[in-house]
């Protein structure tokens, strides 16, 4: 991976996070939240599409993404909103970041 699908990448992932994060706010407090999540869901795909154009696999592309996505959500809803987050499932996101390891590792083989 070069530093720029690197950049893309991580970008796509905050975006992600933080719409979905701006979603439990929108259903939880003001409706304005809908508007990060509006703006937040289109950068993150955007980003993903320019991840692919850089050369990056789908399979490794969609696996970070998904993995880093769910286990920032999950500590950030544990956080910022007293969300649970038990050692079964600190074993599932291991689990998760285990998988998209092993998909990166198969696809230079």
């Given at each position: 991976?070069?530093?720029?699908?690197?950049?893309?990448?991580?970008?796509?992932?905050?975006?992600?996070?933080?719409?979905?994060?701006?979603?439990?706010?929108?259903?939880?407090?003001?409706?304005?939240?809908?508007i990060p999540v509006a703006i937040g869901y289109?950068?993150?795909?955007?980003?993903?599409?320019?991840?692919?154009?850089?050369?990056?696999?789908?399979?490794?592309?969609?696996?970070?993404?998904?993995?880093?996505?769910?286990?920032?959500?999950?500590?950030?809803?544990?956080?910022?909103?007293?969300?649970?987050?038990?050692?079964?499932?600190?074993?599932?996101?291991?689990?998760?970041?285990?998988?998209?390891?092993?998909?990166?590792?198969?696809?230079?083989?």
């Open positions: 991976m070069s530093g720029l699908s690197i950049l893309f990448l991580a970008i796509a992932i905050l975006a992600e996070v933080g719409a979905t994060l701006s979603l439990r706010m929108a259903t939880h407090g003001s409706r304005l939240w809908i289109p950068i993150a795909f955007a980003m993903l599409v320019l991840t692919l154009a850089e050369g990056v696999p789908l399979g490794v592309t969609y696996g970070i993404w998904t993995a880093a996505g769910v286990a920032l959500t999950a500590v950030a809803g544990r956080v910022l909103f007293k969300e649970p987050f038990t050692w079964l499932m600190a074993a599932g996101v291991a689990l998760i970041i285990g998988g998209v390891l092993l998909v990166e590792t198969g696809v230079q083989h």
